[in-house]
């Protein structure tokens, strides 16, 4: 599956903004579906991810009542809404898909998008 993430910008601190990630491929409703982010000169971390259905997430504890992950699988889409959304959120956000496993290991993941920057000033 190839990933296209887009929607990063720059917004003030407080302020919202929503990621997408759309996906090739007629199999994206079997795939767990995460978000990353890596901020400069840091390494890449966990923001979340979704399992096949939508039924269930999983947050990293740093988003978590902030960040909304949601997918619509007849669009091949995920989404990521960021509120409240605080200068050290700034960093490259990167989709990913896992054919099997859910959870925040980057390891885990099989398919990368590109990455969307977003910056947050204070």
């Known amino acids: 599956v190839q990933l296209q993430a887009f929607g990063g910008g720059l917004v003030q601190a407080g302020g919202s903004l929503r990621l997408s990630c759309a996906a090739s491929g007629r199999t994206f409703s079997s795939y767990v579906m995460g978000w990353f982010r890596q901020a400069p000169g840091k390494e890449r971390e966990f923001v979340g991810c979704?399992?096949?259905?939508?039924?269930?997430?999983s947050y990293a504890e740093s988003v978590k009542g902030r960040f909304t992950i949601s997918r619509d699988n007849a669009k091949s889409t995920v989404y990521l809404q960021m509120n409240s959304l605080k200068p050290e959120d700034t960093a490259v956000y990167y989709c990913a898909a896992s054919s099997s496993y859910y959870g925040p290991s980057s390891r885990g993941y099989n398919f990368w998008g590109q990455g969307t920057l977003v910056t947050v000033s204070s």
């Open positions: 979704i399992n096949w259905s939508g039924s269930a997430t």
